[in-house]
């Protein structure tokens, strides 16, 4: 039997891209989801088509930037099935543009989603892991912190910031309650170009993925690989990528 069957497993940023991928593939898995993001109706429309395959599902609609809103969604998890054994923290935003544009605006944004977001997940999560004696964390974070490029400073700063928190934390834990897993993807084909306002850097970026990027279902089944590991094997890092990207 799947170590995924039976564990209940919250994802940030279900609505689309890896988090929807991700969904899906764990929710086939016999894993039951709830879906956090900002667009209840994706969030109801994704529920109600894992249903329909047998799955279960729940949403929260959930906005990471607001702890209230994490808290509600693991407090979804253990109400609706009784626990939380993963909190998929993988919503984000790459809003990205050269330094010298000033967007402190979008360097907020990024900084608030993408970094305070997981640290909000953390504060929601790790007391129920405590009290249920295990539980694991995995973020979506980026080779764009691995690789550091131009126009990516800010994003590539909130990836690595919650690398080097995942780390951290797990230096904190080695009392065998919680595994933590970093999964870094490159070019993955997904709606993240959208949220970019720099019309340069969006063409840019656009066209990089479109000359060379990855399915989302391939870093799903990454997540899923950290997820189905026995609790005493921690998946510490992940670094998936198009073999054609450089
Ligand atoms: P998408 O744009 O398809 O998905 C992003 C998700 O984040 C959406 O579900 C969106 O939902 C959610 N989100 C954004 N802001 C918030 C918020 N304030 N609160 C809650 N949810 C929010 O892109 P991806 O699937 O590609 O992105 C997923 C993760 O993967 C991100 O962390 C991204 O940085 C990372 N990543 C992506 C790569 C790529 O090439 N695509 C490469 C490396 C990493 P909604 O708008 O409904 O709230």
Do not use: C
């Amino acid at each position: 039997m799947s170590d995924i069957s039976g564990k209940v497993v919250a994802i940030t940023g279900a609505s689309s891209g890896i988090g929807e991928a991700t969904a899906r593939l764990l929710a086939g898995r016999g894993a039951a989801v709830v879906l956090g993001a900002r667009r209840t109706e994706r969030l109801e429309e994704l529920a109600e088509s894992i249903r329909a395959s047998g799955g279960r599902a729940a949403t929260r609609t959930t906005d990471v930037t607001r702890p209230a809103d994490l808290e509600r969604l693991v407090a979804g998890a253990v109400d609706e099935f009784g626990r939380l054994d993963v909190l998929v923290s993988n919503a984000g935003i790459a809003t990205i543009g050269p330094v010298s544009d000033l967007d402190t605006e979008g360097w907020s944004a990024m900084i608030d989603v993408n970094l305070r977001g997981v640290l909000h997940g953390i504060a929601a999560a790790l007391p129920v892991f405590r009290r249920q004696g295990r539980g694991h964390l995995v973020t979506t974070v980026s080779t764009a912190g691995l690789k550091i490029v131009p126009h990516q400073a800010v994003y590539a700063a909130t990836k690595n910031a919650v690398r080097t928190l995942l780390e951290g934390l797990r230096q904190e834990s080695t009392d065998g309650v919680l595994r933590t897993t970093s999964i870094s993807p490159g070019y993955v084909r997904t709606e993240l170009a959208d949220s970019i306002d720099n019309p340069e850097v969006r063409a840019k970026i656009r066209r990089s993925m479109a000359e060379s990027a990855i399915a989302p279902e391939a870093v799903a089944r990454a997540i899923a690989f950290a997820v189905e590991q026995p609790h005493d094997v921690e998946i510490g890092e992940i670094t998936i990528r198009p073999t054609t990207q450089g």
